[in-house]
């Protein structure tokens, strides 16, 4: 069974991040994805805020989500760059992470991602870079010993 098959299956419980950080699956499908969370008091920084890398990592699990439904599904990914802009903080409530694919070619596909407060406004903004790493390449590369 394939990732996105195992997601329509068993949801979240899918992928173990999900799991931990309580992320929701909203919706996938044609380059595109959508996944909900529910800022937790663990996830407030020192200041109050939820910590920044939060909103980094959901907006890649969401960009990466969107990059899977247009990949062989034998495919890979490995982010090979991001960098997030942040304009709002939150210190509770439900937050939705929208990811799409911008362009994808034989070894590298980009991405855009935004986090947003739910129904409200965009709190960051992510664009990221991913490997596609073919099944023979991947199988290879697991294959090798090390030097």
């Given at each position: ?64 989500l969107a990059l899977f439904t247009v990949l ?76």
């Open positions: 069974m394939g990732y996105l098959e195992e997601l329509r299956e068993r949801g979240r419980d899918a992928n173990p991040f999900f799991t931990l950080m309580g992320i929701e699956v909203v919706t996938f499908g044609e380059g595109k994805a959508e996944l909900s969370m529910e800022v937790r008091a663990d996830m407030l920084n020192g200041a109050g805020w939820m910590q920044g890398g939060i909103y980094t990592a959901l907006a890649d699990e969401a960009m990466a062989d599904e034998k495919d890979r990914i490995a982010t090979i760059s991001e960098t997030t802009s942040f304009f709002l903080g939150v210190w509770e409530g439900r937050i939705v992470a929208e990811g799409r694919v911008t362009r994808i070619g034989r070894q590298v596909a980009f991405a855009e991602g935004r986090v947003r407060a739910e129904g409200a406004e965009v709190l960051s903004t992510t664009s990221a870079s991913f490997s596609i790493i073919g099944r023979r390449l991947y199988k290879n590369i697991c294959d090798s010993s090390p030097v």
